[in-house]
């Protein structure tokens, strides 16, 4: 299969493992430092999550082109760009080159994640701008203090991501490898 069509959120049932997640399936999980680490070349600078696809409805990969689109039906070359999947110990990661005020940084495609997150240098070197106090966020069995910001004038190629409010910390990208080399929510 070519295409797989990924509703917002996700879709994927966790197996069997002997660690508990926060639902009735059981995760398993690693703790994964991903800021600066590089898939596939590329540096890992922040993930794309789920508030993102969201507003868009629908989200296509397509691996055999390297491609993804935003919505369905989307415009002709108006919400696809380019992708990158790369094998890992853990699975598949699957990366786009997203520019963030101009500056450029690889994100993950986390249909885990419930917020777009990215490192704290990609937001400073960004000037991004702060929404409200640090806050505490979590996942499964790991917790981090984030600094809320405006996730705005993000593009991918010549596709413009909409306004959202991101997490950025240092350690934002403290993750948990699940699923089958999926990221959740850190």
Known sequence: MDRILIPPGGGVQAQPSTARGTGE????SQRNELAGQ?????PVAGLLGADLYYLYGT???DFKNATMTLGHPAPPGGQSFPIAAHLTAGGVSVIAEV???GT?????IDTGAAV???DSKL???SALKKVSAPAKIGAVSCTTSVQPVVFDNARISTVKLPTVTAASSINALTCQLSLAGGFCSH
């Open 104 to 108: 450029r940084g690889g994100f993950l």
């Open 99 to 101: 520019s963030v005020h």
């Open 38 to 42: 590089k898939i596939g070349g590329t």
């Open 25 to 28: 399936y059981p995760i398993p």
């Open 116 to 118: 777009t997150e990215l």
């Open 59 to 61: 989200m296509t990969v």
């Open 123 to 125: 937001a400073n070197s």
